[in-house]
């Protein structure tokens, strides 16, 4: 009888523990898609998924922006799961097409449809060929699987797949400017478009929310709002005298390189223009652009931002912030906190490997006195586990952190999305000189309002 041979097997290399993600620091990535294609006039944004995809963001969109939003679905189910969505994705453009008569429709795709690896391009030629005969709109596509990015990526994606499928070939000059002005609010886009009409230049802003997702009462619904970058001029980008992309955390490749690499427009890229400082570089790149100096307007509204931080000083003045939210967000509140005085102690967004790090050391060298501990890729329970040791006098970010600011009983001021628990979220100001303004008076009189609360006299003079 032989003997049996026993064979060790090296053990494996220990891993870490995984552990779940309880409270995500950050959105559904093709939101941000969807986010970005509502900027574009007459289009309509389409998820190529599961309907509970397009409730959801549908959700989220309306409650910060009150506005009503529609957002097309594939409406894929179990079946479509097993043998594809092909047939849905071209039913549900021709419903489309259908019911709101698009020039454009901007077509994401979603976890499930990336899991089960849809050809999305190969699907939308073969709809092309077979509804060739029909006044076909512009169809954009985006690959934005939430597993593997935010609803920023969904919209710097969104924006580099509109700039890349609609200006394919150069166009005479323009004499244009192109601004890529990131994920901000719709009173920042409505400031970006009346500081260049004050320099003198047209410029192409894209995406363009302002009234897409803020606009007027109407007496009749409206199926798609009035607004957005025309088509026309995004077919022209590749004819600007150059292109301004706003932020320091942004993809490798973007709108801006893709100009620039494709068809020598010159790109610049700074960072969100919050505060004196970074909004000093905004202006700055536009007067080396236009050739123009800046209006006397905006030296009136430096002049004030740098009086009130005299002003309001001692009420900020060595106060401590966590703040959190989108990237470029981050790194524009640690640049302008530092100017003021405020000393952010925590620093985090649910993005990865965007170079948060670096970019809140850039902005606030030489100015914060303490270096901001910086967090990406988290989770809100377990950043709020290591904020509350670090004993912090403000939280500065969206709603969903509110239920932190309450357990700590410290006060909070609202940037970014989602505000849910406020009113006017898609008004709140937060760019160049004047968004400093409005953001330091919030900044100094929720400080104000804290005081005055918790004191047992009740000051009526502060």
């Not at 552990?19 to 574009?40: E, Y």
């Not at 088509?231 to 709108?255: D, F, N, Q, V, W």
């Not at 004030?304 to 703040?323: Q, S």
């Not at 330091?440 to 009740?458: A, H, L, Y």
Request: charged share 25%.
């Amino acid at each position: 009888m032989s003997k049996s041979v026993i064979k060790t097997v090296p053990r494996a290399a220990a891993r870490p523990n995984y552990v779940s993600t309880t409270n995500a620091c950050k959105l559904c990535t093709p939101l941000g898609a969807a986010l970005a294609f509502r900027g574009v006039e007459g289009a309509i944004p389409f998820l190529h998924g599961s309907q509970g995809c397009a409730t959801y963001m549908r959700r989220y969109i309306i409650s910060h922006f009150r506005e009503p939003v529609d957002i097309a679905s594939s409406a894929l189910g179990e079946k479509n799961a097993i043998y594809g969505g092909g047939p849905n994705l071209k039913k549900g453009v021709l419903n489309v097409m259908k019911k709101y008569e698009p020039t454009l429709v901007g077509v994401a795709t979603t976890c499930l449809t990336e899991t089960i690896g849809d050809d999305v391009p190969m699907i939308l030629h073969e709809f092309r060929k077979e509804f060739g005969d029909l006044d076909l709109p512009d169809i954009v596509h985006v690959s934005t699987p939430s597993y593997s990015g935010t609803h920023t990526d969904g919209w710097h994606g969104a924006v580099r797949s509109l700039v890349e499928q609609l200006c394919v070939e150069k166009t005479a000059d323009t004499g244009r400017v192109n601004i890529l002005p990131n994920m901000v609010s719709c009173e920042d886009i409505r400031h970006l478009k009346d500081i260049c009409r004050d320099f003198g230049v047209q410029a192409t802003i894209l995406p363009d929310i302002s009234e897409t997702l803020d606009g007027p009462a109407l007496e009749d619904y409206v199926k798609i709002p009035s607004g957005g970058t025309p088509i026309a001029e995004i077919r022209e980008m590749s004819g600007a005298r150059a292109t301004i992309e706003l932020g320091r955390c942004l993809p490798a490749r973007t709108g801006g390189v893709s100009l620039e690499a494709s068809f020598g427009v010159a790109n610049h890229r700074i960072g969100l223009p919050m505060g004196l400082r970074e909004s000093d570089r905004f202006f700055e790149t536009l007067e080396a652009v236009t050739g123009k100096p800046m209006p006397r307007r905006y030296e009136l509204e430096r002049g004030r931002l740098v009086d009130a931080l005299v002003d309001g000083h001692k009420y900020v003045f060595g106060k401590r912030a966590v703040v959190y939210g989108e990237e470029d967000l981050v790194a524009g509140l640690c640049a302008f906190l530092a100017e003021i005085g405020v000393d952010v102690v925590l620093a985090g967004t649910g993005s990865r490997g965007r170079g948060l790090e670096r970019a809140v050391a850039e902005v606030t060298a030489g100015v914060a006195r303490v270096a901001p501990q910086v967090r990406e890729g988290v989770d809100f329970h377990d950043m709020a586990a290591e904020a509350e040791a670090l004993a912090p006098d403000l939280l500065i970010g969206h709603s969903k952190g509110y239920t932190y600011a309450r357990g700590w009983n410290i006060p909070m001021v609202r940037v970014g999305f989602p505000i849910h628990d406020r009113f006017g979220g898609q008004r709140r100001l937060h760019l160049g000189y004047k968004g400093a303004l409005e953001l330091f008076d919030r900044i100094v009189n929720t400080v104000m309002e804290k005081k005055q609360t918790d004191s047992d006299v009740g000051y009526g003079y502060l």
